[in-house]
């Protein structure tokens, strides 16, 4: 006869407790403690893949023959360009976004693209065959030949993966499948865990291409235990607005490639389309020789991007003035006005200051500081700059511009997008070759800057 046991389990982190608590001792979450029966049957619990290694065997490192197995295009250069130029077979993506954000959009493309060459299979667990069929119809691109299964049970999807023996897999969503043994309601925490570790095994015995589309929490994490972003290969976010038609692909995870890349897309009727030249599109409809508008040379991985930072300093109606920032860190935005104060005289206690970084992207790199002390100094004395100019530097406590990385990059994307001045840091100069019909204007300090912006 089973035995039937109760627990608690955290449905943020995963600890486990014999007995409800309203705060989680582990990640101190409220309120997320769950109880979970389960039924523990006679003998141990096998496994839903084969995981038998009789056929492995210890080897040295230098003996191992390298992967003569190239990595597979998507056809879409901004996918591959994330996952770190292609798809490595038998690894484990993860996918993670907003409801309606456009994450199996996106990879219903993706399938119908390497359907063409390869043998895809997509299970769907959130809708029927017919009516991933009405989704597929709206694409631009031919999904005649993609193979679809509507199932949430693991068992059966691994049956049909035998039989079918597909070189990509696609799980929509993992929290619809449930493992057969595990008692607990499909999305809890220990089915999530208990499907993946099954889908990792699947991966890697038979060197299956494999993504896994995940829900996201009201804080914008991957829902479930945080061992599950341990467990994969490579993690994705996808990111937007729903009230603009651009979407972020972002990688914070992957063993095979860059975790500083990011892919952009915007959504149209047939689907989402690739931008290819992100700097032109963020800056097609900026409005030149305005005060508090500047624009910065940021990295985003290996690409240059040109993005334009907007302030607003207006004097306060309430006691304690407003900071507020939308795309950069709140504090960085804190600390930039106390060295202004500090060091340039300019009276900004009793301001309210607004920053925006436009197009929605978030910058979080030191090489954006310059470009945010210009704006909040632009906006307060109603000075414009110069809509050619393109500011890159650090700022330090003291007031001094230190110098970033690959700021090469940097000014020839400045260059080829017809800028005609670039504020850089004096340390920056030398040791490679300027671009021609711009000229590079080295600072040491912000009092340079200022000065040199405003003439």
């Not at 499909?186 to 991966?203: D, H, I, N, Y």
């Not at 436009?358 to 470009?371: F, M, N, T, W, Y």
């Amino acid at each position: 006869m089973a035995k039937t046991k109760v627990t608690f389990e955290c449905m943020a982190c995963g600890y486990q407790s014999p007995k409800w608590m309203g705060k989680c001792p582990n990640c101190g979450a409220w309120n997320q403690m769950e109880e979970v029966i389960e039924h523990k049957a006679k003998g141990p619990k096998t496994a839903i893949t084969d995981t038998s290694s009789s056929n492995q065997k210890v080897e040295k490192l230098k003996n191992v023959t390298k992967e003569t197995t190239p990595r597979a295009t998507t056809y879409i250069k901004e996918f591959d360009r994330v996952l770190g130029g292609g798809i490595v077979p038998g690894s484990l993506i993860l996918i993670g976004g907003d409801p309606g954000i456009g994450k199996s959009t996106l990879l219903l493309q993706v399938c119908a693209l390497l359907s063409q060459h390869d043998n895809v299979l997509y299970i769907s667990g959130e809708e029927s065959v017919r009516q991933t069929k009405l989704r597929a119809d709206r694409l631009s691109e031919d999904a005649g030949e993609l193979s679809v299964y509507a199932e949430t049970n693991l068992q059966i999807i691994h049956e049909t993966v035998k039989k079918i023996e597909p070189r990509f897999l696609v799980i929509d969503s993992i929290q619809t499948i449930f493992h057969p043994e595990v008692t607990s309601a499909p999305g809890s925490v220990s089915q999530v865990r208990e499907c993946t570790q099954e889908l990792l095994r699947m991966a890697k015995s038979m060197n299956i291409a494999t993504f896994i589309v995940g829900h996201v929490t009201k804080e914008g994490q991957i829902a479930g235990p945080r061992l599950l972003e341990h467990m994969v290969d490579t993690v994705l976010y996808f990111e937007g607005d729903t009230h603009h038609s651009y979407r972020i692909l972002r990688a914070v995870k992957n063993r095979f490639g860059s975790t500083n890349e990011m892919g952009i897309f915007e959504m149209r009727q047939t689907g989402l389309q690739e931008v290819l030249n992100p700097s032109e599109m963020f800056l097609e409809e900026r409005t030149k020789n305005v005060a508090g508008s500047t624009i910065v040379a940021t990295m985003e991985g290996t690409r240059p991007l040109l993005v334009e930072v907007q302030a607003l300093v207006t004097p306060t109606s309430f006691h304690n003035p407003r900071r507020t920032s939308t795309g950069i860190d709140q504090n960085r935005l804190s600390l930039l006005m106390a060295v202004l104060e500090k060091k340039q005289g300019l009276l900004l206690q009793q301001q309210d200051a607004y920053i925006k970084v436009a197009g929605g992207v978030k910058l979080d790199e030191p090489a954006v500081d310059l470009s945010i002390v210009i704006s909040i100094a632009s906006s307060f004395s109603d000075k414009a700059t110069r809509g050619d100019d393109c500011y890159i530097g650090e700022v330090g406590l003291t007031g001094e511009v230190r110098r970033v990385a690959r700021i090469e990059q940097r000014v020839q994307e400045a260059a080829k997008l017809g800028f005609k001045r670039v504020i850089i840091p004096k340390n920056n100069i030398g040791g490679w070759e300027f671009p021609p019909n711009i000229e590079i204007m080295g600072i040491s300090n912000i009092a340079e800057a200022i000065r040199i912006a405003f003439n």
